[in-house]
Structure formats: C-alpha cells, structure tokens
C-alpha cells in the first residue's frame, strides 16, 4: 500500500501543532528523549499509520539494514509473544471488530515496550514515520467526549485554566479524507505493520 502524497501535508500540521503546544506548555510539558511513557501498551493504528510506518521502515532498511534488522526482530518477537491472545487475524495482524474483541483490546499488550522503541537509548527507532497516536501524545488533546486529556506525566502543577491554554489541535477530519482515500478501514497494531514491506499488497 502506497503511502498517500497528501500524508506530508498531515504531518507538518501535527509538527506545527505540537512545536506550538510545546511552546505555551513551557514547564509543564514533562516529554523528553528517552522518556517511554507513552512507548509501552498496544494501541490501534489506521491504514495510513500502517502504510507510513511501512514506508518508513522501507527507507529504514535502505539508509540503516542493521538498525531495521533490530527492528524488525524486536517486531517479530513482539508478534510470536502476543499471538495467542491477538484480539484479531494474528496472521495478518487486522484487530477483530466484535465486541468481543474490542472487550479483549481492552487488556490487551498493555504493558509492552513497543518494538520500535530501542531499550539502550530509549529512543523510537521510527520517529519520523510514527504513528498519529504517538504525535498527540503529552499535550492536552480534545477527545470525544470534550473533555481535555494529556499524559499523566505532564501538567501536574498546571492549573485547569492552564491546562486549557496549551491545547493542542489534532486534524482529524484531514486525516480521516486521507485514510477514506486509501479505501481501508481495517486497524492493526505497531508490531505488524513493522515487518511488511510497504510494496507487499494488503495488510
């Protein structure tokens, strides 16, 4: 699956996004190289997180084969330990739909270093291709239920009002056209989309 060209544009959005929440934050935003709070526990990816990470990894093992082969390895051991429990297709890595599954998820990989992340310098291996998740995470961010949240680690001292001065906009419509252009609804986790060449077809 190609990664789509309007992906770049996505992605200077959330950098901006984030440098500017960074700035009001100030103190408050506790994120650092080497802090992996938000590197461990299972989460779901779209198609376009996927077929990112996947283009990434192919640019990975052009630029860096023995960093990737890391990569690539710590994914493979990740996938063959969580298997059984795999909330879905664990051949394919496609996360199931039913509530079952859903129910599953929920308890799921929770604490698990992601494969990406290389344990000797606490850095994520594919920083650059990272998913949407990783690139909200720490700044107070509106969900759903239009209520604020942001990593337990950040904001401690920070004031509601404070809190509510540092938010920071996520373009989720621009990332769902995106995501609707690709014609694939289907989610999987890090560890799967990490060890398919992006050239290979399919999930």
């Not at 802090?35 to 198609?47: K, L, M, P, S, V």
């Amino acid at each position: 699956m190609a990664l789509p060209a309007r992906d770049s544009e996505l992605i200077q959005i959330m950098d901006a996004a984030w440098a500017d929440a960074a700035r009001r934050a100030g103190s408050h935003l506790a994120c650092r190289p080497g802090c992996t709070q938000c590197c461990h526990g299972a989460f779901a990816i779209n198609a376009l997180d996927a077929a990112r990470l996947r283009a990434g990894m192919d640019e990975l093992r052009a630029k860096d084969p023995a960093k990737a082969a890391m990569v690539t390895q710590r994914a493979l051991a990740w996938i063959e330990q969580w298997r059984a429990a795999f909330p879905g297709d664990s051949e394919t890595g496609t996360l199931g739909s039913s509530e079952a599954d859903e129910e599953g998820f929920e308890e799921f990989a929770n604490d698990a270093a992601c494969p990406a992340l290389d344990p000797a310098t606490g850095r994520c291996d594919v920083y650059a291709w990272r998913p949407m998740t990783c690139r909200v995470f720490g700044p107070p961010v509106r969900q759903e239920s239009g209520a604020l949240a942001c990593c337990e680690l950040c904001f401690t001292s920070a004031s509601d009002e404070e809190t509510a001065a540092c938010e920071m906009p996520v373009p989720h419509d621009l990332e769902m056209q995106i995501v609707n252009e690709l014609g694939d609804d289907a989610e999987t986790v890090v560890a799967y989309a990490l060890v398919k060449p992006a050239s290979a077809s399919g999930r």
